[in-house]
């Protein structure tokens, strides 16, 4: 009897080998997935990220253009003005200049 008590003995030694081979298996198997999952989730955020920063640059560029076309507007009425009313433009800059002087003179 004390045969077949060691084969059993054998047989489940080697079962329990295979299990844990077959779990090693199994865990380089998920590692490769999730590694795989993670690879795919980061190229997906650095293409959203991409798309997202080109869409914020186009937003820039189209609101610098038109910014720059109301200044160059305003300025250029501005210009008008005073070459049409120069000694109104004189006046209210010397009135600007007045307040903007008490108010500093107070400090």
């Known amino acids: 009897m004390s045969l077949f008590k060691r084969d059993d003995s054998q047989t489940r030694a080697e079962r329990i080998r295979e299990d844990i081979h077959d779990i090693g298996d199994q865990s380089r198997a998920l590692g490769r997935d ?13 293409l959203r990220s991409e ?42 800059a010397a009135a600007a200049g007045a307040v903007i002087g008490l108010l500093l003179g107070r400090r």
Do not use: F, K, M, N
């Open 34 to 46: 999730l590694r795989d999952e993670t690879a795919d989730a980061i190229e997906e955020a650095r």
């Open 51 to 92: 798309e997202q920063y080109a869409r914020t640059a186009a937003e820039a560029r189209r609101r610098q253009r038109r910014l720059r076309h109301s200044t160059h507007r305003s300025l250029d009425e501005c210009d008008r003005y005073v070459h049409d009313h120069p000694w109104r433009a004189i006046g209210a």
